[in-house]
């Protein structure tokens, strides 16, 4: 099943933000797609890499919104953030050696999805305090 974008769950009140969020999880489906018709090592090393870019970029411009508006989750949003940095960057040069196994593509996509999730629903939602509605 695709992830589905959740404006009651998911919206930061940002729209550029959620923008970013949205085309994440486009993206994000592309690669399941990817992987759920076997297409190969190939496809998925590319939308991999191209995941772990767009997730730099977006952190980086979330944590210049979250410290321009003072937001009380700044700091756990950067940790979270390095914390996934470190996981993708490990995910990928995995990937580039070329010791995964399909069974294991999945597993990686399953975190992936769960990361992605829990954290815009946890941590991302909460970057604009309520106060600044
Ligand atoms: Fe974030
Ligand atoms: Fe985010």
Same mark, same amino acid.
């Given at each position: 099943?695709?992830?589905?974008?959740?404006?009651?769950?998911?919206?930061?009140?940002?729209?550029?933000?959620?923008?970013?969020?949205?085309?994440?999880?486009?993206?994000?489906?592309?690669?399941?797609?990817?992987?759920?018709?076997?297409?190969?090592?190939?496809?998925?090393?590319?939308?991999?890499?191209?995941?772990?870019?767009?997730?730099?970029?977006?952190?980086?411009?979330? #944590?210049? =919104? +979250?410290?321009?508006?003072?937001?009380?989750?700044?700091?756990? !949003? $950067? @940790?979270?953030?390095?914390?996934?940095?470190?996981?993708?960057?490990e995910?990928?040069?995995?990937?580039?050696q070329?010791?995964?196994?399909?069974? #294991?593509? =999945? +597993?990686?996509?399953?975190?992936?999805e769960?990361w992605?999730? !829990? $954290? @815009?629903?946890?941590?991302?939602?909460?970057?604009?305090?309520?106060a600044?509605?």
């Amino acid at each position: 099943m695709p992830l589905e974008w959740d404006q009651l769950m998911m919206t930061t009140r940002l729209p550029e933000i959620d923008d970013e969020h949205k085309e994440w999880i486009r993206r994000f489906n592309e690669f399941d797609q990817a992987v759920t018709q076997g297409k190969g090592i190939e496809a998925v090393t590319d939308t991999l890499k191209f995941l772990s870019e767009y997730a730099e970029a977006h952190f980086k411009h979330e #944590e210049a =919104v +979250a410290a321009e508006h003072n937001s009380p989750v700044a700091e756990l !949003n $950067h @940790i979270n953030h390095d914390q996934y940095r470190v996981q993708l960057h490990e995910i990928n040069r995995w990937v580039q050696q070329g010791g995964v196994s399909n069974f #294991e593509v =999945v +597993a990686i996509k399953q975190d992936m999805e769960q990361w992605l999730i !829990n $954290h @815009i629903c946890k941590i991302d939602t909460q970057i604009l305090p309520p106060a600044s509605e």
